[in-house]
């Protein structure tokens, strides 16, 4: 039966993986083709400081005449910059949350083939493993493929040397895939036990949890609201992982103020127990 | 020991009574058909039967032990309701079903597939209702089960294929194979059960070999000129064991003596009297219409 749940994950990474390769691609070919006909004018009263760079096709001929000799080809590879591989872990995190949450229904998904998927000669507790670990595979799936995806098109720009492996990149990548995992153990103990209505708890969790990120920082309401944000949020995925970037540096902070070792044990914790309780659902459901 | 044995089974829904106080045996090689009119607890048996709803109370075994996964090694259940995946072919089916059990036949599939002219490479989704049930049936005899448990299995299906149903149902029972089916074709219960059941609300009505519930009773039937005629005192003949009249029609249902209860009746001038020997259809009307239980075995 872990059969279905293979097609179910093998659909899903495959559109997923169309869509970001298309969208890199895209953004890519629109990086290299402006670079390619980008130039970079040198003033003539101030060559060293002052520069106008254009991309549009056929700028040459715009304002002032700038021959030839005045114009120069630039490189992403000449510029000061550095490329923290933290960044790429946290937007492969976030993307890991979208295929985290198109996955964290399946369980329900078989409640309406009940009839089909429970007269199998496989006990309820095992199928859920294999679900889930088909699922979580396909997770981490696709945030290795966005990594590579990511390290791919700074070659394609000729920037991989820029790559900087900063020394809490693995915590970002641990945290990340952490909330997206506790995404989809969430959504699975929320709706193993409901017939239908998938969909519908999915959608309602995007919503739930970016509206709960902001009402954080609402303290006028009194204690009382806020230790009701506070508590709520503690099963907000999202209030655990945050990037930010300091000094070309990207760490992850927690809304909730932990540490990121503490949000790595609390987020994948809480996974766990979301999962075990799906399971404990799911094995009770009636169809 | 019986393949399936259902001891006073009950699952109330709530203050509704969906199945109340079941007792059914199907004893190995034989083939039971279930009976009932919508909504008498046909489907609610079954799956309390296969652990898909817990029942409020009763004792289930099936081959002597309560249902497990190793249960469904040897069982093959088809829901009322096409349960199968919309979006995966009838080929990701098959495979589904070769990755799941040990004793599926791949060329006894193909074999259905073909009889039930199924293209493999298409999406349940875009499948007729019929074809789907087609499927689910191919599915539930490619394992080659021990035990089948269909509820209505020809549910969509046109003649034909009712029919290749009905034969796969007698080949398996033939081999070997204990079925428990429900339908509302009673023409096919009568051809392929040798046992028969009745439900109304929940409750067992009749229960019996098929050939004994038939017995010797037979159905004497008279068709006056007016409305206003009177039976003569014939229902409390004892011979009689029901008496049903509609308009200028009156059905004798009778134990022994129809030919005696035809010549009684002939004496009140009907325009017509015949006799007839008792069908399924017949035991299964007088039986939802009927609150007493009766006993083929008694």
């Known amino acids: 039966m872990g ?63 700038a021959d030839d000799e005045d114009s120069v080809p630039i490189s992403l590879a000449d510029k000061d910059f550095t490329v923290p591989i933290g960044m790429l872990f946290g937007v492969a995190a976030y993307l890991a949350m979208v295929l985290a949450t198109i996955l964290g229904t399946s369980l329900n998904k078989e409640n309406s083939r009940g009839g089909f998927a429970f007269t199998k000669p496989i006990s309820r507790e095992r199928l859920a493993l294999t679900f889930i670990g088909i699922d979580l595979a396909a997770i981490v799936a696709a945030f290795s493929f966005t990594v590579l995806l990511g390290l791919a098109s700074l070659e394609v720009l000729g920037i991989f ?48 949890f970016f509206i709960m990120l902001p009402f954080y920082a609402i303290t006028f309401l009194g204690p009382i609201f806020h230790g009701l944000i506070v508590a709520i949020d503690f099963f907000n995925p999202l209030a655990y992982f945050a990037l930010v970037s300091h000094d070309d540096i990207v760490t992850t902070i927690s809304l909730l103020g932990f540490s990121p070792g503490t949000c790595i044990a609390i987020t994948w914790s809480l996974a766990t127990a979301a999962c075990i309780a799906a399971i404990y659902g799911w094995k009770r459901v009636e169809v | 020991m019986n393949t399936i044995s259902i001891r006073n089974l009950t699952k109330r829904y709530g203050e509704q009574l969906a199945v109340d106080a079941l007792s059914l045996d199907v004893a190995p090689g034989s083939v039971c058909g279930l009976l009932g009119p919508n909504g008498a607890g046909k489907s609610t048996a079954f799956k309390c039967l296969l652990g898909l709803i817990r029942p409020t109370a009763g ?42 059990y040990a004793r599926f036949d791949a060329a006894r599939a193909s074999e259905l597939a073909a009889l039930f002219k199924l293209d493999s490479r298409k999406k349940i989704k875009r499948l007729s209702k019929g074809q789907a049930t087609a499927v689910a ?52 219960v009568e051809r392929a059960a040798d046992r028969v059941a009745v439900l109304r609300n929940g409750k067992l009505v009749l229960e019996g070999n098929l050939d004994t519930l038939k017995g010797d009773e037979k159905i004497v039937e008279a068709v006056f000129e007016m409305d206003a005629f009177s039976p003569n005192g014939l229902a409390s003949d004892p011979r009689v064991r029901r008496i049903v009249r509609n308009g200028r029609i009156l059905r004798a249902y009778v134990r022994s003596g129809s030919t005696e209860i035809a010549a009684e009746l002939e004496a009140l001038h009907p325009k017509s009297v015949s006799v007839y020997d008792l069908t399924l259809e017949d035991i299964f009307l007088g039986a939802v219409s009927d609150a007493a239980p009766a006993s083929g075995d008694a």
Not at chain 2, 65 to 82: G, I, Q, W
């Open chain 2, 137 to 188: 049936i191919a599915l539930a005899f490619a394992i080659r089960p021990e035990i089948l448990v269909l509820d209505e299995p020809s549910s969509g299906l046109d003649p034909i294929f009712q029919r290749t149903v009905l034969d796969l149902i007698i080949d398996a029972a033939a081999g070997g194979a204990t079925v428990l089916f429900s339908s509302h074709q009673i023409g096919q």
């Open chain 1, 3 to 65: 059969y279905v749940e293979y097609l179910r994950a093998r659909h899903a990474f495959t559109v997923f993986a169309i869509v970001l390769t298309a969208c890199i691609a895209f953004t890519d070919f629109s990086i290299l083709y402006g670079i390619h006909n980008a130039h970079v004018e040198h003033s003539s009263a101030n060559r060293d400081t002052t520069y106008t760079i254009s991309v549009a096709p056929g700028s040459k001929a715009h304002g002032k005449a």
């Open chain 1, 161 to 208: 040397g820029k790559l900087a492996l900063e020394p809490g990149a693995a915590a970002v990548a641990a945290v990340g895939l952490g909330a997206a995992v506790m995404w989809y153990g969430l959504l699975q103990a929320a709706t193993s036990m409901r017939v239908a209505g998938g969909g519908l708890f999915v959608g309602l969790s995007w919503v739930l």
């Open chain 2, 59 to 100: 004792d289930l075994a099936i081959s002597g032990a309560p249902v497990t996964p190793a249960t469904f090694e040897t069982l093959a259940y088809l829901p009322e309701k096409n349960t199968l995946y919309e979006w995966m072919t009838v080929k990701e089916h098959f495979e589904l079903c070769r990755r799941t």
